[in-house]
């Protein structure tokens, strides 16, 4: 088993959301991933991965973590959301419109095997297995908000590594100043790919580069203890906190990295209402919402949205 | 005065002969005779709209070489708005509905060609997955770019077997049918009568590699108008 790193102040009680039975649940996730990561180890250490230590470190308990775990931000008492909702109603329009129905028609999502093709302006492109990336990551675990741009909200708990560490192991060139993602395209299998045709798939979003080096930038490959589910993006997604939840793309399979700002999916479909930053502001009208408010997955009751989703201390300094 | 009449006769003779095959020629102009005959319809590579690959029998018929551009459209219809995707005279129309298409094409004494027509026409006499070939090349069409770039002009890149340019790629096409399964099962027929979808096909600028596969069925509001979606006129052939 290898230990969990859950230290900063932004980080969310995690013993205000988790159950008992995600907790065993994340248990045995930990353990797997643990058992692999000591299988790869030596494949991935002459190859240039980067192995942290702590990963594969010995009695680490979840305990610990969570004793670890403070949230200065925000009192969430109350205000836990459910796995029950956060897998039942997706946003996953590559998989059609309805929220309700995604969760079902995902799972012909074939999670395994998975690539992620590294290209653009790095000094190798390469294709890289998505097991092998996540055996040479230091895995942790966040809690983070998550805020839609349709103003409802929710408080997940993640597992992964920060993007930063993926970035370093893609060696991009100093020329390098966005850094592009794109998901799956196989309208066979999604069918808002087929039905939705005009849509310029595959999906794509970006971060600049000081965005995605920052620290609460975060690749999840889990979420409640467990690896994703396919409607919340397995096998590999990205989770940007203090923006509005598209930019988090979902199932990842090619990061490239580039010298001006990507046109994103959103940005192509609706320029008039999607810009490329797309940060929580709560002043400011977004696409066709008014985001003062947001309404927590599972609760009726408007809640005032804060200033980059809350994580105004962490991220201010990047658009002063 | 009887020479004269005779003399008259003639050449109001002459000149409605005259009339009628230039009629004829601009009529068949910048088309191409797609013979009759059977052709594989349908892909394997798709859903199941787009399954089984089944025979069609298609009588001879004639296909525009070309997309419909801006100008000749807007000769019909003035008031028409370009997209800025596809902006220039010799481009091809687009933010037409299916209704506007068909409009058009009756007022070329022509029709929008059938899902069928399109499909054969589009394989070229080798029967081949996109309209240039078996192999997906974007030096041979207008596909999997960025959508900023947009539509080339009508005539861009190489014709198919058939003479046909850009079947595959560069702007969608509306077709005549309305959808419905290739293959009906008591359900699936039922359904069908519901359906309230014409087709399109054939991909456009920014759609990727398998949108562009002429075997693709795609279904649309015919009411809707979309940047990237255009057509071609077809017309019988008296047998």
Known sequence: MFGIKISSDWNISESNITSEEIFLNRRKFIENVGKLGSAVLAFSAPSGFLIPTGVFAENSTFSSVTSNNKNNLIDLQDKVTSENFTSRYNNFYEFGTNKAAISFLAKKLQVRPWTIKVEGL??????????????????????????????????????????????????????????????????????????RFWEPWPYVEGLSMPEAMHNLAFIAIGMYGHELNPQNGAPIRLVVPWKYGFKSIKSINTIEFVKDPPRTFWQTVSPLDYDFWANVEPTVPYAKWDQRFEIPLGSVKKETTMLYNGYAAQVRKLYS | MRKEKKNFVVCLIF??????????????????????????????????????????????FRISLFEVSNREFEIFQ????????????????????????????????????????????????????????????????????????????????????????????????????????????KTEKLRTMVFSEKMVRGGSWYNSAYYINVGMRFKLNPEIKLNSIGFRCAWDVQQ
């Open chain 2, 15 to 60: 000149f409605l002969i005259q009339g009628h095959l230039a009629h004829s020629m601009e009529r068949h102009e910048n088309t191409s005779l797609i013979p009759a005959g059977e052709f594989l319809m349908g892909t394997e590579e798709g859903t199941k709209i787009e399954r089984p690959i089944h025979k069609v029998y298609l009588k001879a």
């Open chain 1, 122 to 195: 790095v000094h190798k492109p390469k294709t890289l297995d998505v097991d092998k990336i996540i055996q040479a990551m230091p895995l942790e675990q966040r809690v983070y908000r998550l805020r839609c741009v349709e103003t409802w909200s929710a408080i997940i708990p993640w597992s992964g590594f920060p993007l930063s560490e993926l970035i370093k192991l893609s060696n991009p060139l100093s020329t390098a100043r966005y850094v592009k993602f794109k998901t799956f395209i196989d309208p066979n299998i999604a069918p808002g790919q087929k039905d």
């Open chain 2, 78 to 185: 003035p008031k028409h708005i370009r997209s800025v995707r596809s902006s220039c005279d010799k481009c091809p129309v687009t933010m037409i509905n299916w209704y506007e298409a068909i409009s058009y094409c009756k007022k070329k004494n022509a029709r929008l060609p059938s899902e069928a027509e399109w499909e054969k026409a589009a394989r070229g006499p080798a029967g081949h997955r996109y309209s240039f070939g078996e192999i997906s090349d974007q030096s041979k069409s207008n596909f999997a770019n960025n959508f900023e770039l947009g539509a080339k002009t009508v005539k861009a890149f190489q014709p198919n077997g058939y003479g046909l340019y850009n079947m595959s790629g560069n702007v969608w096409e509306w077709v005549d049918d309305w959808f419905s399964f290739y293959a009906k099962t």
